[in-house]
């Protein structure tokens, strides 16, 4: 939780976040720190921040005028200098197999995003987006088909969680994955501050616990996410254990190959105390031999680790080519008994149901065609 001596009124004016080609500040853009010195730099007093993050994210306000313990002048002034919506929900899908739902977003720029909520049994998940598209180019990712725009603001990744709470109720909503469109650790600074303000125990909000960042493996971004004592869990997107493969479907691995990637991983794993997953997407005759399995045993046995084994979900809907368009899923009898000969080794093991491929909201699939 961030800290913030409250003897100290005086605050020097710093800048504030704001979305390019936009007059208006961004509430959510500014954490409890910014938003106190905010609040100085207009000669208000700083307690009004708390009431301000109160009616943002715990009374889920739409409108600056419905903050009803704000003084109306105040009011007023917030009206005409800041803005609360940074995205506008534009359509909502809804899987009638699983319950998935899936939301379109217009940003304020004219692009759209995705993000999904995917309910299990004692849970709902809300799958959070960092980028309009992805610079990674994953080819099995509908996003890296789809390519890159820029980075979102933190207002616009912290919006997704403020529609979903409204739509299907706060209590609902009990864990977030950064894990839908773009690379968390490209956009480290937004997706940082997101971090510090959804798990702020002033927002009432989700504890850290059940929030997980994904990643493709940016070394020093995962150390500085260790370092930053915020202590969400991290998945690594893995997809094969040997460097060759690895970069064949993940270009990025060029450049920060397996070993350079997974020293980084031991570092977090060993100042958070705790376990790294490894994400893994079975593709026939790709990732799914014994070789492959014998390698990922070797790395299990020198990282803290459990691996999430993802059926691999279609992006056809993207109309990819090259490999993308020639990549097939290992059968559901491969994945089981992969998934067992693993276990058998001791390795913590999890088969990733797949939820919304019907509305194209499953892992991998998120993307917009025109952009």
């Known amino acids: 939780m961030l800290k913030f001596m409250v003897s100290i009124i005086r605050c020097p004016i710093e800048k504030i976040e704001v979305m390019e080609n936009e007059k208006k500040i961004e509430l959510k853009n500014m954490n409890k720190i910014e938003l106190r010195k905010y609040f100085c730099k207009i000669k208000e007093k700083p307690f009004r921040s708390d009431q301000v993050l109160n009616w943002i994210y715990n009374q889920l306000v739409t409108d600056i005028q419905d903050m009803q313990n704000i003084p109306k002048n105040l009011r007023q002034r917030l009206s005409r200098e800041c803005t609360l919506d940074a995205l506008e929900l534009a359509e909502v899908q809804l899987s009638e197999t699983t319950g998935t739902k899936k939301y379109l977003f217009n940003t ?3 692009h759209k995003i995705e993000s999904v909520i995917i309910p299990e049994e004692e849970r709902n998940t809300l799958c959070i987006s960092t980028q309009v598209g992805c610079p990674l180019d994953c080819k099995f990712c509908a996003t890296g088909v789809m390519g890159y725009t820029r980075n979102l603001t933190t207002a616009e990744i912290v919006d997704q969680y403020i529609h979903a709470a409204r739509d299907i ?3 609902e909503l009990t864990n977030l994955v950064f894990m839908g469109m773009g690379e968390p650790l490209i956009n480290y600074a937004a997706t940082i501050k997101a971090l ?51 970069s064949v479907i993940m270009p990025i691995n060029d450049k ?12 977090y794993t060993s100042t958070t105390r705790t376990r790294v997953t490894f994400e893994y997407v079975m593709l026939k005759g790709f990732n799914d031999r014994e070789e ?9 046995s020198k990282v803290p680790s459990k691996i999430n084994l993802i059926p691999f979900n279609s992006i056809a809907h993207m109309a990819p080519e090259g490999i993308s368009a020639n990549l097939v899923p290992s059968s559901f009898e491969t994945i089981i008994e992969f998934a067992e000969e693993l276990r058998d080794r001791n390795i913590t093991v999890m088969i990733r149901d797949t939820r919304g491929d019907d509305i194209a909201a499953a ?7 025109h952009q």
């Open 108 to 110: 304020a720029d004219n």
């Open 169 to 171: 109720g706060k209590k």
């Open 196 to 246: 510090e303000i959804l798990g702020s125990e002033l927002n009432n909000a989700i504890s850290r616990n059940r929030i997980t960042i994904s990643t493709v493996g940016i070394p020093q971004r995962i150390e500085d996410l260790a370092n930053s004592e915020l202590r969400v869990k991290l998945a690594l997107s893995l997809h094969s254990p040997f460097d060759k493969m690895r």
């Open 256 to 267: 920060y190959p397996l070993a350079q990637v997974l020293d980084a991983v031991k570092y």
């Open 292 to 300: 492959d399995l014998r390698e990922l045993v070797r790395i299990c």
């Open 363 to 369: 892992c991998g699939q998120l993307a917009i065609k």
